[in-house]
């Protein structure tokens, strides 16, 4: 018999002697199991160690990897599109399949953080902030490829070649993706570099990419038979990897209607390109054979430089009595010894490439015990990024009284940067007179550059504002990431801000 208890309807059993028995607790419901976290473990990628115009793509196996919410995920990097395994649990596609463009993509990404990791020896910190580099692998028709802070990610696209007759993915170049990741690379070391205004900066950004693409491709079994077969060992030919992104090359050269590369590239490592200064350049001559100051072009120069010392270390190595085909992979281990290197003593802030080609040289003695730095520094003298060395003076007596300190422009601050602030003034910045910009100064540098530094700044605005590379914006208005390119896909190289009625200049912090 059940019994209403209370007016409710909840009712309790009652026993025989009228009495209602005592109320069992009622066990406390377990809260909900989260389910295990999937464990990372390696997986099998579809993969192009270089470009599509070179190889039909292999396979490589990724190192702990796991399934996130869009995609695989390694420790530093994760792909937006929301890529699942096949039914053998890994994530290799015919190239019929939409899906292969995406794991090519993403596998050529963590191969890159993988390799710099193994030869810096310790993970790699996004300027960002987050763990996780963004990668996604095709946003939509462009030409193009490009690294931007402020969306942690980098970006590839596809684009229909009418004379090729098929679409041509950025992100299927195992050296374009390469040279991208090396640009989030280079931010996380040197982020005061996406603040300067030198175009030795920006170009050195666009060469650390092409580095890290050649060097990328070099660690590639396949690759270096390539190279072997089209050189003999002899890395001062032209081939597949002193040649960057061969098919995006010619879908440029194809879309323009003529030679805008120089080749069947985007850019060649095998060049003959010597220091001219900038100020002194045009800013992209229509002759790919001719140097000039915008940051792609003038990159040749510092990438042709690099790729040198890399053909000097390959000769030295096979001098060492190693075959060619061991003597070519040392080389690229070597290599990647000497970029890492010189990342520990690169200058922060404004720099020319003779300051880094020093540093280069001082790094290889400070960290290599100076095995490579006489070479390094033939190169650079040959390419006249240095003089050649002068005869040491004889030693001197130390003055009786030390000189004045030299009087700063800069304010004092804490840290390897200080910041130089410029207002522009005259009639030649038109109406971005009077905005406000940033120049980063390595801490360590003689003060006295600082004038110097304010006149070169002044003029590489005024050069990249008659180039229409300056954005301007009205106070209030909203820059949303496609406003970062013009109608061509080219990035800006600095946007206007507001901040209380004050216009400044900053850089715009993307990088193709």
């Known amino acids: 018999m059940m019994q209403t208890i209370g007016g409710s309807n909840f009712t309790r059993p009652v026993r025989a002697d009228g ?70 649990g890994g994530f290799v596609f015919p190239s019929c399949d939409e899906r292969h463009h995406a794991a090519v993509t993403f596998s050529a990404v963590a191969k ?42 980098v970006n590839f696209f596809h684009h229909e070649d009418a004379i090729m007759g098929r679409a041509v993915h950025s992100g299927d170049s195992g050296e374009v993706v390469a040279h991208e990741v090396g640009h989030a690379i280079l931010d996380g070391l040197r982020p005061d570099y996406f603040d300067a205004w030198a175009p030795d900066v920006g170009a050195f950004h666009e060469a650390f990419g092409d580095m890290m693409g050649m060097l990328f491709a070099l660690k590639d079994d396949r690759t270096r038979s390539r190279v072997l077969i089209e050189t003999g060992g002899d890395l001062s030919k032209k081939n597949v990897v002193s040649a960057l992104g061969e098919e995006l090359g010619i879908a440029i050269n194809d879309e323009t209607g003529k030679n805008r590369t120089g080749g069947n590239w985007t850019r060649n490592a095998v060049n003959s390109f010597t220091w001219k200064d900038p100020a002194d350049l045009p800013f992209n001559p229509p002759n790919p054979d001719d140097l000039g100051s915008e940051v792609h072009n003038f990159s040749r120069l510092w990438s042709g430089a690099f790729y040198d010392v890399l053909n000097g270390v390959n000769e030295m190595n096979k001098a060492a009595g190693l075959s ?42 400070n960290n290599n015990n100076g095995q490579y730095a006489d ?34 422009l800069l304010n004092q601050e804490e840290g390897p940067v200080r910041n130089l ?11 971005f007179q009077g905005a406000e910009v940033k120049i980063p100064v390595d801490s360590k540098e003689a003060l006295g550059k600082d004038v110097s530094l304010r006149e ?9 504002i008659a180039e229409g590379r300056i954005l301007y914006t009205e ?3 909203v820059v949303k990431p496609a406003d970062r390119f013009d ?17 400044k200049i900053e850089r715009n912090k993307v990088a193709v």
Not at 39 to 56: E, G, I, K, L, S
Not at 325 to 335: E, H, I, Q, S
Not at 421 to 431: E, I, N, P, Q, V
Not at 487 to 503: A, L, N, R, S
């Open 112 to 153: 890159t953080v993988e390799i710099f990791e193994q030869a810096t020896g310790q993970p790699i910190q996004w300027a960002f902030g987050n763990s996780k580099l963004e990668v996604n692998h095709d946003g939509g028709d462009m030409i193009n490829a490009y690294y931007a802070r402020d969306e942690r990610s």
């Open 19 to 88: 009495n209602t028995p005592p109320q069992q607790p009622t066990p406390p419901t377990p809260p909900p199991q989260e389910p295990p976290a999937p464990q990372p473990q390696d997986t099998v990628f579809t993969f192009n160690p270089q470009d599509p115009m070179v190889f039909a793509p292999s396979t490589t196996t990724i190192k702990n990897v796991v399934s996130g919410e869009n995609g695989p995920e390694v420790d530093r990097a994760k792909l937006n599109g929301g890529l699942t395994a096949n039914e053998e």
């Open 487 to 503: 109608k061509d896909g080219k990035p800006y190289i600095g946007i206007v801000t507001w901040e209380d009625g004050k216009m």
């Open 421 to 431: 602030r410029l207002t522009l003034s005259g009639a030649d910045f038109g109406k």
């Open 456 to 464: 070169r700044t002044e003029g590489n605005l005024k050069r990249y």
């Open 324 to 365: 060619t085909a061991d003597a070519l992979a040392k080389t690229a281990d070597d290599g990647l010894k000497i970029l890492a290197n010189l990342m520990k003593e690169a200058p922060n802030g404004e720099f020319t490439f003779r300051d880094m080609a020093n540093a280069m040289i001082s790094s290889d003695r």
């Open 475 to 477: 106070p209030n208005q």
């Open 375 to 408: 070479l390094i520094q033939n190169v650079m003298v040959k390419r006249e990024i240095l003089a050649a060395p002068a005869p040491e003076p004889p030693p001197q007596e130390p003055p009786t009284d030390p000189a004045p300190p030299t009087k700063s």
